[in-house]
T-cell receptor, first 112, second 116 residues
Framework: QKEVEQNSGPLSVPEGAIASLNCTYS??????FFWYRQYSGKSPELIMF????GDKEDGRFTAQLNKASQYVSLLIRDSQPSDSATYLC????????????FGKGTHLIIQP | EPEVTQTPSHQVTQMGQEVILRCVPI?????FYWYRQILGQKVEFLVS????????KSEIFDDQFSVERPDGSNFTLKIRSTKLEDSAMYFC??????????????FGEGSRLTVL
């Protein structure tokens, strides 16, 4: 059974600081890794995806992947109150129309 | 900007009744998905659909569920005999290429199903 684990939080971070979100996954066959943001009562929206070990940067966001440790993280630099949301980690084995396995999400609160 | 649209936004039904949730994916997308999220729980994959057939389905997607693309635009999820535990937000999603490869799933705003 594929499992994706996240600390549910809430994680409280001061405005302007770096928010660090972590995720572990159980399926060593996982190929693709995603971070989605979900505001309360809304649908998930994709922030970033990563396939290769290492870091991937996009604006204020950096995704980090370590397949040996089965660990994915998301760093948010210069956190803004609008970043307050639940961040969902999702993985899948890649290829075809595979469904994503989501974690339960980490609730992030950016304090002004 | 193109978007995935879902109807109804909220449906209340009695246990045992049939429900059809409708989705209009983004027009040039080829892959379609249904996910659900029980209140306070994680988003769960139900089914993926490509080339007019189911590509993958989860354990949740049992015989009471079915999907259909009755015409060139709509993608529907039918729940034949609803149970209390079917109460959830149901998200439709679509992607231009395999969602598993790019992760670029575009989600609709969801249909909240309440089973009484």
């Amino acid at each position: 059974q594929k499992e994706v684990e996240q600390n549910s939080g809430p994680l409280s971070v001061p405005e302007g600081a770096i928010a660090s979100l972590n995720c572990t996954y159980s399926d060593r066959g996982s190929q693709s890794f995603f971070w989605y943001r979900q505001y309360s009562g809304k649908s998930p929206e994709l922030i970033m995806f990563i396939y290769s070990n290492g870091d991937k940067e996009d604006g204020r966001f950096t995704a980090q992947l370590n397949k040996a440790s089965q660990y994915v993280s998301l760093l948010i630099r210069d956190s803004q109150p609008s970043d307050s949301a639940t961040y969902l980690c999702a993985v899948n084995e890649g290829g075809g129309a595979d469904g994503l396995t989501f974690g339960k999400g980490t609730h992030l609160i950016i304090q002004p | 900007e193109p978007e995935v649209t879902q109807t109804p936004s909220h449906q209340v039904t009695q246990m045992g009744q049939e429900v059809i949730l409708r989705c209009v994916p983004i027009s040039n997308h080829l892959y379609f998905y249904w996910y659900r999220q029980i209140l306070g729980q994680k988003v769960e994959f139900l089914v993926s659909f490509y080339n007019n057939e189911i590509s993958e389905k989860s354990e949740i997607f049992d015989d009471q569920f079915s999907v259909e693309r009755p015409d060139g635009s709509n993608f529907t999820l039918k729940i034949r005999s609803t149970k209390l535990e079917d109460s959830a937000m149901y998200f439709c999603a679509s992607s231009e290429v395999s969602g598993g490869n790019t992760g670029e799933l575009f989600f609709g705003e969801g249909s909240r199903l309440t089973v009484l």
